[in-house]
């Protein structure tokens, strides 16, 4: 870079004995036009320097040696040394002291600060920093090998505003094993830095405050602690408020990489607080890692743990916009072949080994679902993924879970599952209940519900479509509402019986209606003595109800039926159909009977059958 014309001074007294340099002066001093510093060196004290060595003597060991000082440095200087760049920006004049605190001992310590002004900084078109102000102190210490370095203060800084803020102390001595200890802290504001345009486009929070403390040693092993404490964040993604965050790593290794670690987490939001803690053995290997320990928890709030994955959003990607171009002739579509779903080569867990006991106190969901005293046991090896004898409670309903998912690389679809779950006895009206406060349930009943499962496929995804099983749902007495939107009206409960097929002349419509009413309130809110469904899901993603039944003194209903659901539909929205048998007693079967839907057959239960079947969907 083109500094201007430039005056030279070079001041030097000494002599040179043997394989020893005296100097009793030293001064060389660059100025710019108009008599500007550039830059100079000075030394403060008579210096011995052995050639042999290079070991520097000075007589005051307490005072400095040499004083090295800079002017105002246009930051642009450095443009030719740095490809793709623009540099803006001035580094401020600052003085560095060198003093010889002991033999074989040499410190670099800075006057003051040493920091730039308005530095803007370019890398291949990109904007990294705009009108940033740095500052920072400097002690450091070099003897025998080792390094000591001690920043009180480094601050980045845009007008009023601090961005970043760290300190550091330790020391490292390189050889052929590495020795070193430290500990530091950092604190970010992350919305003063999301003025920095490029650095905002990376961030994944746009605001909130972070400050981050460490401490460590690395001699024969590694013995660590790191501590992030983050308030008032808000993802990127949405402007998705996150909480307050505390997360601590206790970590200590042998010189083997194998030793403890100890994570403690807390996250809190809205007055609501997640506690988890991760601590066991681990070992580290090139390419693995193995953990045998345990994870508990007081209480976890899903949703809140959930709001953190906004911050593994990809950042924007600026896209330019293409000159329009001549038109041409529309090309002839290729023909399309059926997606293939992508096969993972290599399991999730690849690289990760190990067993972890769980003891979750409460898993809350805010919509109202929550597990209590989940436990047992994550088992890893490098084919299968195991999860052993897990127990847990679903809003008060306990049940059980056994399931073993291997990983064969050689086959087309190399993921393998199969497992159980067991429910012993599930509230269902309590659960629609929570789901939907508005509505009564459509079933009450408390159900055991046994199933088991199976399937393959080629990443976890696609065990979404694959999956298939049976469960089998049993009932002790309870309360059917599902029938109650078909009973609202008579014109309702008409159009379910088929008594249109049945009516002739007024009299009788008016006696079959009537019917049909009394039938209605019969038909509300059945009490029943129980309940047992049937259901396997197949290849297809079908789910084909087998059988329902349902029992009471005057009711007995079966039935079947389907829920068609296409692979990678939503399932929620997927068709579903039954097919329903009516057989009765007492007033309802007199009833029944009265409006001429009874054929005089009964069922195996002794129950009259009603003559026409009906479907819901």
Do not use: C
Not at 15 to 23: F, I, V, Y
Not at 91 to 105: I, Q, S
Not at 263 to 269: E, F, G, Q, Y
């Amino acid at each position: 870079a083109d500094a201007g014309p430039l005056a030279l001074a070079l001041n030097t007294q000494g002599r040179l004995a043997g394989r020893s340099l005296q100097l009793t002066a030293l001064k060389v001093q660059v100025d710019r036009e108009g008599g500007g510093v550039l830059a100079s060196v000075e030394a403060l004290q008579a210096l011995s320097l052995d050639l042999d060595s290079l070991a520097v003597q000075a007589p005051a060991v307490a005072m400095p040696v040499a004083r090295v000082r800079w002017g105002e440095l246009p930051l642009a200087w450095a443009q030719p040394y740095v490809a793709q760049s623009s540099f803006g920006g001035q580094l401020a004049a600052g003085v560095v002291e060198v003093t010889l605190p002991e033999a074989n001992a040499i410190r670099v310590r800075a006057e003051g600060k040493i920091s730039t002004r308005g530095a803007i900084v370019s890398l291949e078109g990109r904007e990294w920093l705009r009108a940033a102000d740095l500052a920072t102190d400097l002690d450091a210490t070099w003897k025998a090998g080792t390094l000591t370095a001690d920043v009180k203060q480094f601050e980045l800084r845009q007008g009023n505003a601090s961005l970043l803020a760290a300190a550091f102390t330790g020391e490292i001595t390189p050889g052929k094993t590495l020795r070193a200890t430290g500990r530091g802290s950092l604190s970010a504001d992350f919305a003063a830095l999301a003025t920095q345009p490029a650095i905002a486009a990376q961030l994944p929070v746009m605001r909130g405050t972070v400050k981050v403390t460490f401490e460590g040693a690395a001699t024969e092993g590694v013995q660590g602690k790191l501590s992030i404490a983050a308030q008032n964040l808000v993802a990127r993604q949405g402007a998705l408020p996150l909480g307050a965050m505390d997360l601590s790593v206790d970590a200590t290794l042998d010189a083997n990489n194998s030793g403890t670690v100890r994570v403690p987490l807390v996250v809190t939001k809205d007055g609501r607080r997640s506690d988890l803690m991760l601590e066991g053995k681990v070992g580290l290997k090139p390419g693995a890692v193995s953990f045998d320990g345990r994870m508990t928890s007081t209480q976890l709030v899903i949703d809140d743990l959930q709001a953190f994955s906004a911050l593994n959003a990809p950042p924007p990607v600026a896209i330019a916009t293409p000159p329009p171009a001549a038109p041409r002739p529309a090309p002839r579509p290729a023909p399309t072949a059926a997606p293939t779903a992508v096969r993972d080569t290599t399991p999730v867990w690849a690289g990760f080994s190990g067993r972890i006991d769980l003891d979750l106190k409460s898993v809350i969901q805010v919509a109202g679902t929550t597990l209590q005293n989940l436990r047992g046991t994550l088992a890893l090896r490098p084919d299968r993924l195991t999860i052993e004898n897990v127990s847990s409670q679903l809003n008060g309903n306990p049940f059980k879970i056994a399931s073993v998912l291997g990983f064969d690389a050689k086959l087309a679809r190399p993921y393998a599952l199969v497992g159980s779950v067991d429910v012993p006895g599930f509230d269902v009206g309590e659960f629609l209940r929570k789901a939907d406060p508005s509505t009564p349930p459509a079933v009450e009943t408390k159900v055991t519900v046994n199933s088991k499962f199976s399937g393959t496929a080629a990443n976890l995804g696609e065990f979404a479509d694959r999956l298939t099983g049976q469960f089998e749902f049993k009932g002790s007495k309870g309360i059917l509402r599902a029938l109650n939107k078909k009973a609202e009206t008579t014109s309702t409960v008409s159009g379910l019986l088929g008594l249109a097929a049945g009516l002739a002349g007024q009299q009788k419509i008016a006696d079959s209606l009537a019917s049909a009413s009394e039938m209605a309130s019969m038909l509300k809110d059945i009490p029943f003595d129980s309940i047992a469904i049937q259901v396997e899901r197949g290849a297809d993603a079908a789910v084909v109800v087998k059988s329902i039944e349902v029992l009471s003194p005057s009711v007995h209903l079966t039935g079947s039926g389907r829920i068609d659901h296409q692979p990678g539909a939503d399932f929620g929205t997927s068709p579903l159909t039954l097919d329903f048998q009516l057989a009765a007693k007492d007033q309802l079967a007199n009833a029944l009977n009265r409006a001429r839907q009874l054929d005089g057959k009964t069922d195996s239960q002794g129950y009259y059958l009603m003559a026409t079947p009906f479907t819901m969907r």
